[in-house]
């Protein structure tokens, strides 16, 4: 019997001893004056905890101060942000400077598809709001290195929120000439089959070429045997011109995206090949898995063979993660984002504790966060910023994700996010408090831009 | 202040819904009991927050972020009151001892090792069965990191159970 098969067998069996439930007490009065200590239900229940969700934002409010040194952007761009200005679609802006547009997919819900958001960079600013075309949404967005031209898959209605990872169609949209307007034509790259999902997309620096990753196996919420198709399209014709298919029974499964579409496949910046980001898979026993994210360089000019890594060189391997003592230690990537360069990988890290015990992620004091520069095989890497360490409040827990939403080629400058939370009280809704900014040289700047991770499928810049 | 029709509107998602987010606890806690407390605070919380609610579409999600981060609340009280060496023992319920076989307690044993992130993403994608969208939205983190979370769980998983053979 497998671990997977082990492990679901159990769980069943425990959820099946679940059979009757006491029905729900709610409290006579509707409108209690004070939200205080309820008449009914468990003597035992303590219900001083529904002062905490007031105290807990004003304490999420001081930890974030305490993280990052939050200021506002105003006039003039951060230092290394692209402005907005006249461009030639086609073009590539400077490739180090960071974009002067982001592009924003909502996570969308059985009754609200999710939108197209474009902003500005430098200032926040939501320039345009796109509506998807009737019964679709819009599911994974990509940009070009000319800053304005960006390709986002549509979706089918989510009566299931893992259909937007579905493809039924592509759309072109680009951005005019001082950001007064937009265009948004349909492409004739094919949908993708039902069971296929996306799980990369890049756009090549000319604007001419998408790459695309593919997941064979939706249904897949384990390392499993299976294989991945990496496909490049025309932009203009929508054929396909290349396709390169994972292999099954190698030691790597193509997970697809290991943080969505975007950044999980970067082309690189000479145009002659592509970066990649797998979840990679080695079965070092009968039962046992290794799980580490990988990147893997394409060489375009080599000739596509029956296996996607034939054509592919590793390029980072076995970046992060210890595993000792029946747990991971601290300080593991959050993710990878490939850089353009084909050499390596940025990350951010993320403060998943090791509890001895396992039993509780609660911690006074967070360790620090870091983004790092990785490259090779057996996880050497350079830290190239490190978040200030966060201490919460007498009897509350602090948690944080760093993590990179976008990379020059070289990974010198990037945009990052932090995220970092008060857990305290059932009623903690959204606990996390996002940090965007430019990190460069050494010196992380915020950026006016305000997201809320929980609540966006795709980000790309 | 709940709005009208709201005890009706919240008895109605607690009878369609209450007994997978008690799964869900119990597969958290260990303790049917505690498992019910913690999803009758989370219909509570619905209850007292009806009228807030931009979009009662979401409230089955908001009953199930407001489970997890009570089960969290659960084990942090339960960790500070029990020593550790003695903690996965009592956490579990004679009843649930009784009803499970040995090689299925191993399992959730060995689940309640996990940090906290992985066993809630391993849960949330195996017994709830969701798709990475809504487990993200409950857990509040990316997609990315439920799905790295919920494979390194299941790695981490098959190493302790290999381990403790």
């Known amino acids: 019997v497998s671990i997977d098969n082990r492990i679901r067998t159990a769980i069943g069996a425990t959820a099946a001893t679940v059979r009757e439930i006491p029905p729900l007490t709610l409290p006579p009065d509707p409108a209690p004056a004070h939200p205080g200590r309820l008449p009914v239900r468990r003597p035992r229940r303590d219900w001083s905890g529904w002062l905490i969700p007031v105290a807990a934002a004003v304490a999420v409010i001081a930890v974030a101060a305490t993280l990052v040194a939050v200021r506002t952007v105003s006039g003039p761009a951060p230092h290394g942000v692209g402005q907005p200005g006249p461009a030639t679609s086609g073009v590539a802006a400077n490739p180090n400077q960071v974009p002067a547009y982001y592009a924003v997919v909502t996570k969308p819900t059985a009754a609200t598809p999710a939108d197209l958001t474009i902003a500005e960079t430098a200032t926040g600013k939501t320039l345009f709001t796109i509506k998807p075309p009737q019964n679709t949404s819009f599911g994974s967005v990509t940009a070009a290195a000319d800053d304005r031209t960006f390709i986002v898959s549509v979706a089918p209605l989510p009566s299931d929120l893992s259909l937007p990872m579905v493809v039924v169609g592509w759309d072109l949209l680009r951005v005019n000439p001082g950001a007064t307007g937009y265009t948004l034509r349909r492409l004739s790259i094919p949908a993708t089959p039902r069971k296929t999902l996306l799980g990369g997309l890049a756009l090549s620096p000319d604007g001419t070429e998408l790459a695309a990753l593919f997941d064979s196996d939706p249904a897949a919420t384990a390392p499993v045997e299976g294989a991945a198709t990496l496909r490049i399209y025309s932009v203009a014709s929508g054929q396909a011109l290349h396709t390169w298919q994972s292999v099954s029974k190698q030691n790597l499964t193509a997970l697809g995206a290991n943080s969505g579409a975007s950044g999980t496949v970067t082309w690189l910046a000479n145009g002659h090949g592509l970066a990649f980001v797998w979840d990679a898979t080695e079965h070092t026993g009968q039962d046992l898995w290794k799980v580490t994210p990988e990147v893997w360089r394409l060489d375009l000019a080599k000739p596509p063979g029956t296996g996607l890594l034939a054509g592919s060189t590793p390029v980072v391997m076995n970046p992060t993660g210890v595993f000792a003592g029946g747990v991971w230690v601290n300080g593991i990537c959050s993710r990878l984002y490939a850089t353009a360069d084909g050499n390596g990988a940025v990350c951010g890290t993320e403060s998943m504790l090791a509890v001895p015990n396992g039993t509780t992620d609660c911690q006074a004091t967070m360790p620090p966060l870091a983004f790092r520069a990785l490259s090779g095989d057996g996880g050497s890497y350079r830290v190239l910023y490190t978040v200030p360490s966060a201490r919460a409040p007498k009897g509350k827990c602090v948690d944080g994700i760093a993590s990179v939403l976008w990379a020059s080629p070289s990974g010198s400058t990037l945009v990052g996010v932090v995220s970092t939370a008060l857990v305290s009280g059932s009623l903690d809704l959204g606990p996390f408090t996002n940090v965007v900014g430019v990190l460069a040289h050494g010196r992380w700047t915020p950026l006016p831009i305000h997201v809320q991770l929980g609540q966006v499928a795709e980000l790309a810049f | ?165």
């Open chain 2, 1 to 165: 202040v709940p709005a009208a029709g709201a005890e009706g509107q919240v008895t109605a998602l607690y009878q369609a819904h209450a007994t997978g987010l008690v799964r869900l606890a119990m597969l958290m806690l260990g303790d049917q009991g505690a498992a019910e407390d913690v999803v009758q605070d989370a219909f509570l919380g619905l209850y007292r927050r009806w009228s807030a609610l931009s979009d009662p579409d979401r409230a089955v999600a908001y009953a199930r972020s407001s489970v997890l981060n009570g089960c969290r609340d659960a084990l942090r009280r339960r960790s500070r009151k029990i020593p550790a060496a003695l903690l996965e023992p009592d956490a579990e319920s004679a009843e649930a001892r009784a009803l499970l076989g040995e090689e299925h307690r191993e399992v959730l044993v060995a689940l309640r090792r996990l940090p906290s992130r992985q066993r809630e993403a391993v849960v949330l994608r195996h017994c709830l069965g969701l798709p990475e969208g809504e487990v993200a939205e409950a857990m509040k983190v990316s997609r990315g990191t439920v799905k790295s979370a919920s494979h390194r769980g299941l790695a981490a998983l098959a190493r302790i159970l290999k381990e403790d053979q």
